[in-house]
């Protein structure tokens, strides 16, 4: 039961943060309007992120427990997707 608990359970969450990300990701690149998004918003995020993302790099290695690691992995690479297409986009509105 454990391992459901840690490997699995957090992999039903990694379909609920595709779920969430890709239609934004999708929209975004289409319209390419980020005027309401804030930069720094996904800065934070991302830093937050990726130190959350240490956090279960350690726990997989202390006890084998990889599935937080792959949702984070996965949140990580999202959030700076997300986070370049702002500043793509900001960039090119402001010129």
Same mark, same amino acid.
């Given at each position: 039961?454990?391992?459901? $608990? =840690?490997? %699995?359970?957090? &992999?039903?969450?990694?379909?609920? +943060?595709?779920?969430?990300?890709?239609?934004? !990701?999708?929209?975004?690149?289409?319209?390419?309007?980020?005027?309401?998004?804030? $930069? =720094?918003? %996904?800065?934070? &995020?991302?830093?937050?992120?990726? +130190?959350?993302?240490?956090?279960?790099?350690? !726990?997989?290695?202390?006890?084998?427990?990889?599935?937080?690691?792959?949702?984070?992995? =996965?949140?990580?690479?999202?959030?700076?997707?997300?986070?370049? +297409?702002?500043?793509?986009?900001?960039?090119?509105?402001?010129?």
């Amino acid at each position: 039961m454990t391992q459901f $608990l =840690l490997n %699995w359970l957090p &992999l039903l969450g990694t379909i609920f +943060l595709t779920i969430c990300y890709l239609p934004q !990701i999708r929209k975004t690149w289409k319209t390419k309007d980020v005027s309401s998004m804030s $930069l =720094l918003f %996904w800065i934070s &995020l991302n830093i937050a992120l990726i +130190l959350l993302l240490g956090n279960y790099v350690v !726990i997989f290695i202390e006890t084998g427990a990889w599935g937080g690691m792959v949702t984070e992995a =996965l949140n990580v690479a999202f959030a700076l997707v997300m986070m370049g +297409l702002v500043i793509k986009y900001r960039k090119k509105k402001e010129k």
